[in-house]
């Protein structure tokens, strides 16, 4: 497992945008998959998006589909969430995780190991 440092977080009114990174420290880097994930509070953790390694495809949550975009720089070990139209409902902490087991699935918190230690998403007027 390889520590995961998240940056870019803060503070946009409705339809602007932001790019989170996720910062993978480490030579080992054969995790499966590298997700987002994102928590408001009093609700529960879910999926964002997903880089799986085995086939190089991507995975979005339908709440996200065609706002989110999720990509790797591979030289630099980095995770890129870049988050366009931002709305209200987007505001959480938002976290990187990396899954190191195959039978895994992107939208299943409970199934990521290494977990960063998030940052916040505030989108207000």
């Known amino acids: 497992q390889v520590p995961l440092v998240e940056s870019g977080g803060g503070l946009v009114p409705p339809g602007g945008s932001l790019k989170l990174s996720c910062a993978a420290s480490g030579s080992k880097q054969d995790f499966f998959a590298i997700g987002w994930f994102r928590q408001a509070p009093e609700k529960e953790r879910e999926g964002v998006a997903c880089f799986r390694r085995s086939d190089y495809k991507t995975w979005s949550a339908d709440s996200v589909k065609g706002r989110f975009t999720i990509s790797r720089d591979t030289a630099k070990n980095t995770v890129y969430l870049q988050m366009d139209n931002l709305k209200p409902e987007d505001t959480a902490q938002y976290y990187c995780?990396?899954?190191?087991?195959?039978?895994?699935?992107?939208?299943?918190?409970?199934?990521?190991?290494?977990w960063g230690h998030g940052v916040q998403v505030t989108v207000s007027p």
């Open positions: 995780a990396t899954a190191w087991r195959s039978n895994y699935e992107c939208s299943a918190p409970a199934d990521f190991d290494s």
